[in-house]
């Protein structure tokens, strides 16, 4: 098959075990309240058929030769990660924001590079495992995300240390023929429809932390798993209905109550094999650095929908040639501009992994995501600002079609008479839910901390800079040292991760052992 269909994801996800528990309520799939963050999966599936879209919808597998939907795809070329920024932002335009599948197609890149890296270096057979799931959800367009963040008890003990062990997700058995997990994994966007849920670590591990090492694929419905799940849904339309009222999400706190996993589906076990300890920071690093990458593509659209919205809302309200309605739009435009342009800068720089997958630059990812994530509520008070009170106190939306209020509403919503009354009902109720429904508000929270919070970009940023050789600059202007260097930043991935593992692994092998890392952020320094 490899291009799917949205029925055929639909009638999967229809046929699936009930294991989503919305309040008290054990529910399936085919529950109204998942209809919103299906309707967003839609796109990716109508997408790749329409030829307004294939030519970044749509891939050639590397493994096969055939056409594949672009979100099952590991990434071979600069080219193939410039057509998947440009993908995310082409379709984040058709919901308004996240599209939400990409978070699998990250999973699963980072799988690719680690996965294979083990491989090599331990003799495992992760990679060969991997390669025959990855095949399988490319021939049959598997929807998928990633469960990375753990629930993590007490912030400032490591996951060995815990009073519970199971605040971080953990193998409680390793055996021949799999592994049986416990824990839960928190921020679990989309899990009540997705086919599968991949797991990888959301930290490095320590020597201690061998059972947390963990990574796997299951169906979403696997024995074992409970999804507790938080609808995120607009305000239902009765009358204008529009695109943006058909847009939302389920989050979920996802928890897998010892869950055996067969071997076949087991891509890290730490606790079977503790050599692969080390890996997880790894996979947990490389995970979220293709994320952010996708965040450079996905955070524009939502700059470019907010400054469409602005710009909207000042024509309907007379004021789009204002000079400080054009400064405001223009600042959203720079931040989607600057964004998109460390995304492109970055692939610009990509280096191709050992396994093939090719993997964007790590400083310039981690930047544009940094600055996409420090704006999100600037742009959201400039589009509450241009469009005014009225966003937090229009009037339900029958109000607008009954017979006693009907004709007096919609005298006294007009503004621009060049602008019907119904045109700026309709604009001010799409501002209403991007600002002010639940969702939307979940979504700009979701803008901060999606993919990791400004502060875990300037973890990865200065982890990966070398600041000493920087300083040879200020050395030289200030006459502390004759030369000024030749200073030219070299591409960064989470690769450098790996170096310094063996390189402690050397010392200890030359018996000149050296303190492992208890943190993500000591291994980064």
């Not at 493994?63 to 070329?77: A, D, K, M, S, Y």
């Not at 980072?110 to 495992?124: F, K, P, R």
Request: some cysteine.
């Amino acid at each position: 098959m490899g291009i799917g269909t949205y029925e055929q994801y639909r009638d999967r996800l229809y046929s699936m075990t009930p294991n989503i528990y919305v309040g008290a309520e054990l529910i399936g799939r085919e529950d109204p309240r998942l209809e919103s963050g299906m309707y967003v999966m839609r796109q990716t599936f109508d997408c790749a058929h329409d030829e307004r879209y294939t030519d970044v919808c749509v891939a050639k597998s590397h493994l096969t030769g055939e056409e594949i939907n672009r979100f099952t795809h590991i990434h071979q070329t600069a080219e193939d990660l410039l057509a998947k920024q440009k993908m995310t932002r082409l379709l984040c335009h058709r919901v308004g924001g996240c599209i939400q599948r990409c978070m699998g197609t990250d999973a699963m890149n980072a799988l690719s590079v680690v996965t294979y890296e083990m491989d090599e270096d331990l003799g495992t057979d992760y990679n060969k495992r991997f390669l025959k799931y990855l095949g399988w959800s490319q021939q049959n367009d598997i929807v998928a995300n990633c469960a990375q963040t753990d629930v993590k008890g007490d912030r400032s003990k490591r996951p060995h240390e815990q009073v519970d062990p199971d605040m971080y997700l953990r193998i409680v058995e390793s055996r021949e023929d799999g592994i049986v997990v416990r824990g839960a994994k928190s921020c679990n966007s989309a899990a009540p429809y997705v086919d599968e849920i991949i797991v990888t670590p959301t930290r490095f591990m320590g020597p201690k932390d061998n059972a947390y090492a963990v990574s796997f694929a299951l169906p979403a419905d696997w024995p074992g798993i409970k999804i507790v799940a938080l609808p995120g849904q607009r305000h239902k339309r009765a009358y204008i209905d529009a695109p943006i009222a058909h847009v939302g999400d389920m989050e979920s706190l996802t928890i897998f109550d010892d869950v055996f996993v067969p071997r076949e589906r087991v891509f890290m076990d730490g606790l079977g094999n503790p050599e692969c300890t080390p890996y997880a920071g790894f996979l947990a690093i490389m995970f979220a650095h293709f994320h952010r990458h996708s965040y450079t593509g996905c955070k524009p659209a939502t700059s470019e929908v907010f400054a469409s919205q602005a710009a909207l809302v000042a024509e309907y309200n007379n004021i789009e040639k204002t000079s400080h309605a054009q400064e405001k739009i223009a600042h959203i435009l720079g931040i989607a501009e600057l964004v998109y342009a460390a995304g492109v800068a970055s692939v610009s720089r990509a280096e191709k992994s050992p396994s093939g997958t090719m993997i964007p630059d790590e400083i310039l990812t981690n930047a544009g995501r940094k600055l996409a994530g420090e704006e999100i509520y600037n742009e959201a008070k400039i589009l509450a600002d241009l469009a005014g009170g009225l966003i937090a106190t229009l009037p339900l939306e029958e109000s607008y079609y009954t017979e006693a209020t009907g004709e007096l509403m919609n005298k006294y919503i007009m503004r621009n008479p060049a602008v019907s009354a119904e045109a700026v009902h309709r604009c001010f109720r799409m501002i209403e839910d991007t600002l002010v429904s639940e969702f939307g508000g979940a979504m700009i929270v979701a803008g901060l901390h999606g993919g990791g919070s400004p502060q875990m970009e300037t973890i990865a940023m200065m982890g990966g800079y070398d600041v000493e050789e920087l300083k040879g600059i200020a050395k030289y202007l200030a006459g502390i040292q004759p030369e000024i260097p030749i200073y030219e930043r070299k591409t960064v991935t989470p690769r450098r991760v790996l170096a310094k593992f063996k390189a402690r692994k050397a010392a200890e092998e030359a018996s000149a052992p050296v303190e492992s890392a208890t943190s993500a952020t000591e291994v980064q320094k």
